[in-house]
């Protein structure tokens, strides 16, 4: 069994889920991500303060690119642009 956790999407770019680890990490992103902004958005009714906005920002950049470089490495195959007519 191998332990790819991601395969190339057929058409576009990027990857997607091929096996539960894979569905477990998505989800656990998108848990962090909404739990990270819940968090700065407990400023009270203004939301959040621009200090605060640019740190969840910063915060929300830098989980992304993590997640993405996780994803490739753990994807079979290259991330590339496709039109799904490639044979």
């Known amino acids: 069994m191998s332990d790819y ?15 539960w680890k894979g569905w477990l990490a998505v989800a ?4 962090v991500q909404v739990a990270l902004a819940s968090l700065f958005m407990r400023g009270g009714a203004d ?5 605060a906005f640019m740190l969840w920002f910063t915060a929300f ?7 993405i470089r996780f994803c490739k490495s ?8 496709r039109t799904g007519r490639e044979q």
């Open 5 to 19: 956790w991601f395969k190339p999407k057929p058409v576009g770019y990027g990857a997607r889920p091929s096996s």
């Open 28 to 31: 656990g992103f998108i848990f």
């Open 47 to 51: 939301g959040m303060a621009s200090g």
């Open 61 to 67: 950049l830098l989980i992304t690119w993590a997640f």
């Open 74 to 81: 753990k994807s079979d195959g290259e991330w590339k642009w």
